[in-house]
Nanobody
Framework: QVQLVESGGGLVQSGGSLRLSCAAS????????MGWYRQCPGKERELVAV???????DYADSVKGRFTISRDSYKNTIYLQMNNLKPEDTAVYYC??????WGRGTRVTVSS
């Protein structure tokens, strides 16, 4: 059974940076597309960034140029480097392994 554990959330001022991590258990990490999603207060969960097993990457328009997704296959971990954070980035961020599992989420709060 795959388990995903996020970490790295917290409170940061507008313009600041955070790096989220998602550690995956199991042996199928390297064969699967991984992604970060977020759910802002009062809104639906939305895709933030995705990275395939081959390294192809895509971002939501709202985070392009500010967020960077990466994966470390040796550590079974993906990361989301978030720079120039804005109050509208405030959300619970979830890690996803496509078709397999979701993490429990880590909260990011950006103060103005």
């Amino acid at each position: 059974q795959v388990q995903l554990v996020e970490s790295g959330g917290g409170l940061v001022q507008s313009g600041g940076s955070l790096r989220l991590s998602c550690a995956a258990s199991g042996t199928i990490f390297n064969r699967n597309t991984m992604g970060w999603y977020r759910q802002c207060p009062g809104k639906e969960r939305e895709l933030v960034a995705v990275i395939t097993s081959g390294g192809s990457i895509d971002y939501a328009d709202s985070v392009k140029g500010r967020f960077t997704i990466s994966r470390d296959s040796y550590k079974n971990t993906i990361y989301l480097q978030m720079n120039n954070l804005k109050p509208e980035d405030t959300a619970v961020y979830y890690c996803n392994m496509r078709n397999y599992a979701w993490g429990r989420g880590t909260r990011v709060t950006v103060s103005s």
